[in-house]
């Protein structure tokens, strides 16, 4: 794949060398991943352990053909027609704490796109020694000035309004899921290059 071009020698070095951890290949986790890749990060480490539904594709990087695939295998395809280079390692695991550690030791960023409170808590403090990108509040429609970043202690920055819970009157959809995933995306990329974040 030819280089960004928009890039310097130095930065695409920085994030060619970077290792990103994806804790969750649902809406953020799918969505990131691919805008991490399309800015130059070649090497990526994804976790989780469902499989492609059709209730995914309102907000995911999956296609209808995908459907009954791993997310991480479906993942995978998409994201090496973007770079057929892109280094991956898979795991079709669900993450507790023990297994979060082992799988995302050797990531130097780590993108929290886990469902459940205590699932995001979970990696949070596990991985707390990790620079980490997060997500809260990112259900519904519109609001789009609302979704922002919060730093919560030096490692973790979190993207979302910090109150819109998924629920059966508010579903997460395609618009606010993405504008959080684009949001971690360029939160781990400004890290890696040293920029404000």
């Not at 090496?80 to 280079?85: G, H, K, L």
């Not at 550690?101 to 796109?113: G, K, L, M, N, Y």
């Amino acid at each position: 794949m030819s280089p960004n071009l928009y890039l310097t020698v130095a930065e695409r070095t920085l994030l060619e060398s970077a290792c990103v951890g994806i804790a969750g290949a649902g809406g953020l986790g799918s969505n990131c991943a691919a805008l991490l890749v399309r800015a130059g990060v070649k090497r990526l480490v994804i976790a989780d352990f469902d499989t492609v539904g059709e209730s995914n594709l309102n907000r995911q990087f999956f296609f209808l053909d995908q459907v009954g695939m791993k997310k991480v295998d479906a993942l995978a395809r998409n994201l090496r027609r973007i770079n057929p280079e892109v280094a991956l390692e898979l795991h079709n695991v669900r993450l507790d704490a023990e297994s979060a550690v082992r799988i995302f030791s050797p990531c130097t960023h780590v993108v929290e796109a886990l469902d459940g409170a205590a699932e995001k808590v979970m990696l949070y403090s596990a991985l707390s020694s990790k620079p980490m990108a997060g997500a809260s509040g990112i259900a519904g429609w519109g609001r789009s000035s609302a979704i922002g970043t919060r730093r919560i202690g030096g490692n973790l920055v979190l993207a979302g309004d910090m109150e819109s819970a998924v629920s059966p009157d508010c579903a997460p959809q395609s618009a606010r899921v993405a504008i959080a995933a684009a949001i971690e995306a360029n939160t781990i990329l400004a890290m890696i290059l040293g920029k404000d974040i």
